[in-house]
């Protein structure tokens, strides 16, 4: 186990390693609240425990065992978030800040014994991947609510959103995982996004739309024989 630091950087390197890599110093240090000065101290401590690569001027990458360690504090997370929400009935809006907190705490053992309770689960409430115990994890690009043509309809995968308040309306609007959607029309220049939801038409932000990822279309299934 490593201590709520180290834990608290391997996340936050992996997370934005989805988006860049290497990682800038001075992008951990927003997402962590901290002064580049103080990354870039602890970032020179991970690499002496060859946690990550750092080359100076150029960015951050994690190491092999980085990435590993990283990944079961995100399956730690990730589990944690489903089961607050399924066994203990908390909102989709308030489980990140909970899950932060016992993250830390969790033995692997407990939360193994979670996963198997949940069924096993390949996603959280908001349809992040959860990694699998040996570190396996989804990471393709999907599309999102925003890219598709007028007309299509997908079901949920995935909500990219953070912040509780966007979340909190989000849910009002039924645009969860699973739920159906359908591309109703697109303003120009970034403008709002009509869509129907389970079968309700409602309109939401641009930036909204492509924070929410669809699943991709079904692969056609493969013909049959001719019959002789």
């Known amino acids: 186990m490593f201590s709520q630091v180290v834990e ?21 240090a927003e997402r962590l609240g901290l002064t580049s ?9 991970l690499a002496e425990q060859g946690l990550v690569r750092h080359e100076p001027y150029y960015g951050v990458r994690l190491t092999a065992s980085g990435e590993l360690a990283a990944l079961r504090i995100i399956r730690r997370h990730r589990v944690l978030e489903l089961f607050l929400v399924e066994k203990l009935g908390y909102e989709w809006d308030r489980v990140h800040e909970e899950a932060d907190r016992l993250e830390h705490a969790a033995s692997d053992e407990l939360i193994e014994r979670l996963a198997r ?3 096993g689960p390949d996603r959280d409430p908001h349809g992040n991947a959860i990694p699998s115990a040996t570190g396996e994890v989804d990471t393709a690009h ?19 959103v953070d ?5 909190r309306y989000l849910g009002s609007l039924n645009l969860r995982p699973g739920a159906e959607v359908e591309l109703l029309d697109k303003s120009p220049f970034d403008g709002p ?14 930036s909204l739309a492509q924070r929410i990822r669809v699943r991709p279309t079904p692969a056609p299934e493969p013909e049959g ?4």
Do not use: F
């Not at 996004?193 to 641009?206: C, D, K, L």
């Open 8 to 28: 608290d950087y391997l996340k936050a390197v992996w997370m934005l390693q989805q988006l860049e890599s290497p990682v800038a110093t001075s992008r951990i």
């Open 37 to 45: 000065a103080a990354v870039t101290a602890m970032v020179k401590r």
């Open 117 to 119: 309770l949940l069924g």
């Open 142 to 160: 999907y599309p999102s609510l925003g890219d598709l043509a007028t007309g299509e309809c997908r079901r949920i995968l995935e909500v990219e």
């Open 163 to 167: 912040e509780p308040e966007q979340l």
């Open 193 to 206: 996004v009509s869509v129907a939801v389970n079968g309700a038409r409602t309109v939401i932000s641009h």
């Open 225 to 228: 024989d001719a019959p002789v």
